[in-house]
Every structure is written in C-alpha cells, then in structure tokens.
C-alpha cells in the first residue's frame, strides 16, 4: 500500500493519521498543493487522502488544485482505490461525484454529536468508529470535533451515513472504499488551538472539552484507521 496525501492548506496535515501510516510503516508522500506543489505520477498509489481547508471547492477559480483532486476522486474510485476525504476533502468529494456544496447556516466548531443513519450502523468500518474503545459498547450518537461552515448533498448513488443537528449531511461512502468525513477525525490536541485561536470561539471550553473527550476520540479514530487503511478492498 501507497499512500498519497494532499494539503490545501500548510497548517491542516493529516494529524493523526500520518502518525498511524508511520507507526504501520505505510509508506506515505504528502503534496502541499498550497505551496504549489506538483501532484506525483499517481499510477503507484492506492489510497487517496484529501485535507481541509478555509477555502470554499466553489473557489476553484482562485485555488485550481481544487479541480485538479476532483479527477484524482474519480480516478480512484474508477480504479477501486481507497479514497478518504476530510472537511474540504470530503466537499471535494462531494462536488467530483456531482453534488452541491454550499454554506451552512452557520460554522459548527467545536465537538458536538454525530449520530449515525441506518445505513451507518451497517457500515462496517462506521462500526468501528462507534465501539466505544473501552466499554466495547456501540453508541449510534457520539461526540467528534467540527470546524466547518460549508455542506455538501449527499452524491447520487453514494450511501448516507451520520448527520448532526446543524449538519445533517455529516458522512457518506461511494461504493466499497470511499468515504468522505465532514468532521475532523484527525485531529491532535495542539492542531485544535492552533487552528481555533482566531476564531470567535470559547476557546478555554472547548479546550476543556478536548481534555474530556480527546483519548476516546483517538481511540476511535485509530479503530477506523486500522480497517480502512489495512482491510482488503
């Protein structure tokens, strides 16, 4: 396995994952499209990975590299390749396979509740994302970090999978091995303060927050990590 990420911003990497690609020795390339970065010959991997961004996929006029990940989207899922997609790569996931992206009615920062569909409660790795990593116990509703203001309809053909009460379009699959994450499942600690301190936030809360929620949380995350980037497609 081969992994290709892409940045659309310098200060939004791939956190938490590019710390579990190391630890799995999964070789990785990260391409900064913001820096200008050119894309590498994308014959050699097999897995997509797409960042966030402040920007809007509805800027491709102004941040052409936008276009540029909307083929990689297709070609991959065209290919059978894994894509995962988060925030603004999960927007740009959205608009590649045809649907609208948009602004929501207002940002949704901080860490409230997902809950998931139907749907997600049969998808497969959404499961392990929801067992709690301790009590083992299954949780349709659990809290993960949100920085976003825009949203996107759920592709046609794609599979609805989690909402929030201010986004109800939180989480979607594509066929077998394409997933796109409105929320942060990458977070660290510090990328949240870094991220957040010029926003008009509560930043002391949602700092004291983190300190509650964030082990579970990457607990979670590596539960999903470990199926997505290690299971058979």
Known sequence: MTVLICKNVSNEGA???EDFLVNEKIPFTVTDLSRGEPLPAV??????LMMG???SVNEDDLFPYIRAEETLVRDFIAGG???LGVCLGAQIMAKALGARVYKGKEKEIGWYDIELTGDGLRDPLLLKLAVHPQAGDLWQRFKVFHWHGETFDIPEGAVHLASSS?????AFRYGSSAYAFQFHIEVRKEMIHEWLKNEPVNLEEIGRETERQYDVYYARALAFYRHFFTSPR
Do not use: C, E, N, S
């Not at 014959?43 to 997509?48: E, N, Y």
């Not at 201010?166 to 939180?170: C, E, M």
């Open 15 to 17: 956190g938490t994952i």
């Open 43 to 48: 014959q050699g991997f097999d897995t997509l």
């Open 53 to 55: 961004g402040p920007m």
């Open 81 to 83: 390749k894994r894509v």
């Open 166 to 170: 201010l986004f109800p379009h939180q």
